[in-house]
């Protein structure tokens, strides 16, 4: 099994480069938990560029516009319908915010109007390695963050029956950025349900 890497997706639009010690703290549980191999150094590809075919799962983030360039949106539905995995993670944790609403319509213009729907929260990737009976709230949503709601579901485009792109307004990638070595402070390790997707991404 190839070692799995962390891959960030870098887009012209918007500030892309968010939750800088994310990464690191999502591959220490993969080590922590699973016996997935990993590759220690996030990689960050050019959604316009033909590096991103070679990765099954990546991240895209930000607080602003999301408007893809039509090789961005060409690379972005190929890679997508060819069986690769897209966490999407809103950092403003608002679903009228600017990232939310034009990743929204990027996404329509990209698959459909329709294409990315609500996910039931006994969604097999709720299972696929810890169990959850949803999303897991972040800190951000308790402290009334964004919007000031608790969102009690994720969003999803799938194609042929596998989630494609996954889609939170929660915010977990500012939850999860902190030095790994600081979860030994924290009462339930808060990054599993980041396990649960990449296993999902890579599994199913």
Known sequence: MKPFVFTRIQYTS???????????????????????????KEKVVLLSS???FKS?????????????SSQERDHFRKYVENGGFV???DCNHDIDGLFAKSFEQEMARTFG????????NTHPIYHSFFHFDGPPTTSFELNGWGDDLVHDYLKAIQINGKIGVLYSNKDYGCEWDYDFRNK?????DNTKFGVNIINYALTV
């Open 184 to 188: 030994r402070w924290l009462a339930e």
């Open 50 to 52: 033909n590096e991103i």
């Open 14 to 40: 918007g500030d892309w480069d968010t939750d800088q010690r994310m990464p690191v703290n999502i591959l220490n549980s993969l080590v922590e938990y699973t016996t997935i191999p990993i590759d220690e």
């Open 56 to 68: 099954p799962f990546c991240y895209l983030s930000g607080h602003k516009l999301v408007e893809f």
């Open 87 to 89: 966490f999407v993670d």
């Open 113 to 120: 109007a329709k294409a990315l729907q609500k996910i039931p």
